[in-house]
């Protein structure tokens, strides 16, 4: 029972189903049937089966509804068949009219398509003639902007071309650029371009070519015209002192004149004067620099440019500071040399202020710092090989210009001037040398005699060359002699010229009035303590220079010494500096002749010394001789009158000189015949040649109280003597008893006699006394005369030893 219940519901529900999948394949696309289907396979066994059934009588129940259809609607179908073929007729008909009007609708509008045809094809032609003109309108501007570039490279207007080539391309070309000749000329561009940059850095190379050759010509033009300007500022100030400022001195007739530089007639400057005023610009055409930055900015290359510019412009720098090896010999070597250095700076002054950075200013000063630093040391090195003054004087004045002239384009130059100062050194060293033979000259040429003056214009004539006052001399009447000799007005002249030319270079170096005072009588001091003094010393001590000219000499320095205060106020007046200023220099003339002076009294009695030596060389006495002449010998009265006559000289002399000379003779007139008695080489000395000696002693003693020298005091000349007058009497008088009684007492009459002395000159006597009584040594005079002798030569030997032995 329960099986056949569960068989009855499976197939109930087995056909519920079949019918849910015939609903789904009827109502569902045959593309999406394949599931459906598949789901019929997949249930129960033999499913399928029972499907196909339950299609089949769906299919059968399909096909009775579709006849019960064909069979209601069969009727009306047979109807419209019978309409359509009555329609057919006419259709027919109707097909036969429309194609007899379609002839003839073909004939008639066979022309009119003809013409229709000929309308159509004019009308693309002018569609084409108007595309055409439309495209030659937009074509022509750039084939005309092409042709002006063309233009404008052939007559080198690069930055104008540089301009079209920049409107080629932004405006004109970009509207027609699907051409061919349009694609061509935008790859021509790049190509002129680079041409024209080529072009106008040769240009650039030309322009800088140019201007070193034209460096010398726009710097002498920048030096005169500074000069010029310095020149007309001088004037001013000259006119607007005149007058009030002290006169200055002259000199022959002249007073020191300005020497600013170059020199000129006034003629030739009032010429330059009127010529037009050149510029550098009118000297040199910037136009290619100016073009080449241009162009090189417009090409956005302004960098590569500046560069390019600046490494060319300090080789140049360089180059023109590169100075020739015998620069130093000549002015023009200089000249030259400052020219093209004036003129490149000129230049890049220029084109500082003409160009917007192709220089900076830091850029000239970094030049100008490497050019200062090189013209110093060129200086420093050329002028030291100049021995001429006058050279090195326009040295410094063209150094002046120069400093002026760059200090007026903005270049700083302090260290020119104090390169100023030191060349200012070497300018007096190069004076001091020219003066030392100027100073040689004036001694050899001089006749060291007063000077005779026969008239009053001769007298005028030496004192407004010297200035000397007499009161004595000047009432003298004419003929007369001046006191000095010819050197001595031609020395101060000289000394004088040499202030002039130091104050000639201290001139335009921007110096105070009181520094100028003090570089003058520095200088001028070099001059007098080094220069005057050493020639001075030198000629002192020529062998030629006799007493005579020394004499002169000594009375020549007294009288320049008393011209130093003249020189103090010659320097003075014309620097309009007051002596009691702070901190003025004085003059040390005074020191200077006075150390001449003092040498030459040194080297007179030096040279009387010589003299008195010379005469004592004549000696001849005859040593052995038994009794004296009677009479001085020979040589010595020559030798007292040549000390008499060579005294009478001495008048013009400051009195302790001649005294001075007077007593050194003398004592050494003395010191001479001591040494004669005590030569070693002199063996033996009789008495007889001892009392000849004391005649001639009696001579000298004779001689030095007639007062040779006024001024001596009572017997001060005799006391030159007093030496071997002690020594004397005591042989003469043999009084060797009081003199060794009383030795060593103050009051002893033969103080001045040394008991050395006295053995040494006893001993010579004690071999001759031998030698003379060698056949009468039994004679008891002689017996007794020789034993005193060697009593008296003991106890002298005593003394001797004693004072040894104390010292």
């Keep these: 029972?329960?099986?056949?219940?569960?068989?009855?519901?499976?197939?109930?529900?087995?056909?519920?189903?079949?019918?849910?999948?015939?609903?789904?394949?009827?109502?569902?696309?045959?593309?999406?049937?394949?599931?459906?289907?598949?789901?019929?396979?997949?249930?129960?066994?033999?499913?399928?089966?029972?499907?196909?059934?339950?299609?089949?009588?769906?299919?059968?129940?399909?096909?009775?509804?579709?006849?019960?259809?064909?069979?209601?609607?069969?009727?009306?179908?047979?109807?419209?068949?019978?309409?359509?073929?009555?329609?057919?007729?006419?259709?027919?008909?109707?097909?036969?009219?429309?194609?007899?009007?379609?002839?003839?609708?073909?004939?008639?509008?066979?022309?009119?398509?003809?013409?229709?045809?000929?309308?159509?094809?004019?009308?693309?032609?002018?569609?084409?003639?108007?595309?055409?003109?439309?495209?030659?309108?937009?074509?022509?501007?750039?084939?005309?902007?092409?042709?002006?570039?063309?233009?404008?490279?052939?007559?080198?207007?690069?930055?104008?071309?540089?301009?079209?080539m920049e409107q080629l391309e932004n405006v004109y070309i970009p509207r027609v650029s699907k051409y061919r000749f349009c694609q061509i000329m935008a790859e021509t561009l790049p190509k002129l371009r680079e041409e024209i940059k080529e072009i106008s850095m040769s240009d650039l190379k030309d322009f800088l070519e140019s201007i070193r050759k034209h460096s010398d010509?726009?710097?002498?033009?920048?030096?005169?015209?500074?000069?010029?300007?310095?020149?007309?500022?001088?004037?001013?100030?000259?006119?607007?002192?005149?007058?009030?400022?002290?006169?200055?001195?002259?000199?022959?007739?002249?007073?020191?004149?300005?020497?600013?530089?170059?020199?000129?007639?006034?003629?030739?400057?009032e010429e330059e004067s009127e010529e037009e005023v050149l510029t550098a610009q009118d000297l040199v055409d910037f136009s290619p620099v100016y073009r080449c930055l241009h162009i090189y900015a417009v090409l956005g290359d302004r960098e590569t440019f500046e560069n390019y510019y600046r490494k060319q412009r300090k080789k140049q720098a360089r180059l023109v500071l590169q100075p020739q090896s015998n620069m130093h010999e000549t002015v023009e070597g200089y000249r030259k040399?400052?020219?093209?250095?004036?003129?490149?700076?000129?230049?890049?002054?220029?084109?500082?202020?003409?160009?917007?950075?192709?220089?900076?200013?830091?850029?000239?000063?970094?030049?100008?710092?490497?050019?200062?630093?090189?013209?110093?040391?060129?200086?420093?090195?050329?002028?030291?090989?100049?021995?001429?003054?006058?050279?090195?004087?326009?040295?410094?004045?063209?150094?002046?210009?120069?400093?002026?002239?760059?200090?007026?384009?903005?270049?700083?130059?302090?260290?020119?001037?104090?390169?100023?100062?030191?060349?200012?050194?070497?300018?007096?060293?190069t004076l001091l040398k020219k003066w030392a033979l100027v100073f040689r000259e004036i001694f050899e040429q001089d006749n060291y005699s007063p000077i005779p003056v026969e008239t009053e214009e001769e007298y005028r004539s030496v004192i407004s060359r010297f200035p000397f006052h007499d009161a004595d001399i000047e009432k003298q009447p004419f003929p007369k002699k001046l006191p000095m000799s010819q050197s001595v007005p031609q020395m101060y002249t000289q000394v004088k010229e040499f202030i002039y030319a130091s104050l000639k270079f201290s001139e335009s170096l921007h110096r105070s009035s009181t520094e100028i005072d003090d570089m003058l009588r520095k200088s001028t001091n070099l001059l007098l303590t080094r220069t005057l003094s050493g020639c001075l010393q030198n000629l002192i001590k020529k062998p030629h220079i006799g007493l005579t000219e020394l004499v002169q000499i000594i009375i020549n320095t007294t009288h320049l010494e008393q011209a130093c205060k003249y020189l103090e106020d010659f320097i003075t007046n014309i620097t309009n500096v007051s002596p009691e200023t702070i901190h003025t220099t004085r003059l040390y003339g005074l020191a200077t002749f006075k150390d001449a002076?003092?040498?030459?009294?040194?080297?007179?009695?030096?040279?009387?010394?010589?003299?008195?030596?010379?005469?004592?060389?004549?000696?001849?006495?005859?040593?052995?001789?038994?009794?004296?002449?009677?009479r001085a010998?020979?040589?010595?009265?020559?030798?007292?009158?040549?000390?008499?006559?060579?005294?009478?000289?001495?008048?013009?002399?400051?009195?302790?000189?001649?005294?001075?000379?007077?007593?050194?003779?003398?004592?050494?007139?003395?010191?001479?015949?001591?040494?004669?008695?005590?030569?070693?080489?002199?063996?033996?000395?009789?008495?007889?040649?001892?009392?000849?000696?004391?005649?001639?002693?009696?001579?000298?003693?004779?001689?030095?109280?007639?007062?040779?020298?006024?001024?001596?005091?009572?017997?001060?000349?005799?006391?030159?003597?007093?030496?071997?007058?002690?020594?004397?009497?005591?042989?003469?008088?043999?009084?060797?008893?009081?003199?060794?009684?009383?030795?060593?007492?103050?009051?002893?009459?033969?103080?001045?006699?040394?008991?050395?002395?006295?053995?040494?000159?006893?001993?010579?006597?004690?071999?001759t006394s031998k030698k003379n009584n060698i056949f009468s040594q039994f004679r008891k005079n002689d017996r007794d005369k020789q034993k005193l002798i060697e009593t008296v030569v003991k106890q002298l030997r005593s003394l001797v030893n004693g004072m040894s032995q104390h010292s």
């Design 1 to 164: 029972m329960n099986t056949t219940n569960m068989a009855e519901n499976e197939t109930l529900e087995s056909i519920t189903e079949h019918e849910r999948i015939l609903q789904e394949i009827e109502s569902t696309d045959t593309a999406c049937v394949g599931p459906t289907l598949r789901s019929v396979y997949d249930d129960q066994p033999n499913a399928h089966k029972r499907f196909m059934e339950k299609l089949d009588a769906r299919i059968r129940n399909h096909d009775r509804e579709i006849e019960k259809m064909c069979n209601f609607h069969h009727q009306g179908f047979v109807d419209a068949i019978t309409e359509l073929l009555k329609v057919r007729a006419d259709a027919e008909k109707l097909m036969g009219q429309v194609t007899d009007t379609n002839q003839r609708l073909q004939e008639a509008g066979r022309e009119v398509t003809a013409q229709t045809e000929e309308v159509i094809r004019c009308r693309l032609q002018q569609r084409n003639m108007a595309t055409t003109v439309e495209k030659l309108q937009l074509c022509i501007p750039v084939l005309e902007m092409y042709s002006k570039l063309k233009e404008q490279l052939e007559s080198k207007r690069y930055y104008a071309a540089l301009k079209t």
């Design 337 to 429: 040399y400052f020219n093209q250095i004036v003129g490149f700076f000129v230049v890049e002054d220029h084109i500082l202020h003409a160009t917007q950075g192709l220089v900076t200013r830091a850029f000239t000063d970094e030049l100008w710092n490497m050019a200062l630093s090189k013209i110093i040391a060129v200086l420093r090195t050329h002028s030291s090989y100049c021995s001429d003054p006058d050279l090195v004087l326009e040295l410094k004045n063209m150094i002046v210009i120069f400093a002026d002239t760059l200090q007026g384009y903005g270049f700083t130059v302090n260290r020119l001037f104090d390169l100023l100062f030191e060349i200012r050194d070497q300018y007096n060293e």
């Design 633 to 767: 010998s020979g040589y010595l009265m020559d030798l007292i009158n040549f000390l008499r006559s060579t005294f009478q000289v001495f008048t013009h002399l400051p009195g302790k000189v001649a005294q001075t000379a007077c007593m050194s003779a003398c004592k050494h007139l003395a010191s001479s015949l001591m040494q004669m008695l005590l030569d070693p080489d002199l063996k033996q000395i009789s008495l007889g040649a001892i009392q000849q000696f004391n005649l001639d002693v009696i001579q000298c003693e004779l001689f030095a109280s007639s007062e040779p020298v006024p001024g001596f005091q009572g017997d001060t000349l005799q006391l030159a003597f007093i030496d071997l007058r002690q020594l004397l009497d005591l042989f003469m008088v043999w009084d060797w008893s009081t003199y060794l009684a009383d030795y060593g007492q103050p009051t002893c009459k033969y103080l001045r006699v040394n008991p050395s002395t006295a053995l040494a000159l006893l001993e010579k006597m004690k071999d």
């Design 597 to 630: 002076r003092h040498a030459a009294e040194g080297e007179i009695y030096t040279k009387l010394n010589q003299k008195i030596d010379e005469f004592i060389q004549l000696a001849d006495y005859e040593w052995g001789m038994a009794e004296s002449d009677g």
């Design 217 to 269: 010509k726009i710097g002498e033009t920048a030096m005169r015209q500074a000069q010029q300007h310095r020149t007309f500022i001088s004037a001013m100030q000259r006119q607007a002192s005149l007058g009030c400022t002290k006169p200055l001195y002259s000199l022959n007739g002249r007073t020191p004149t300005q020497h600013n530089g170059l020199h000129g007639d006034d003629g030739a400057e």
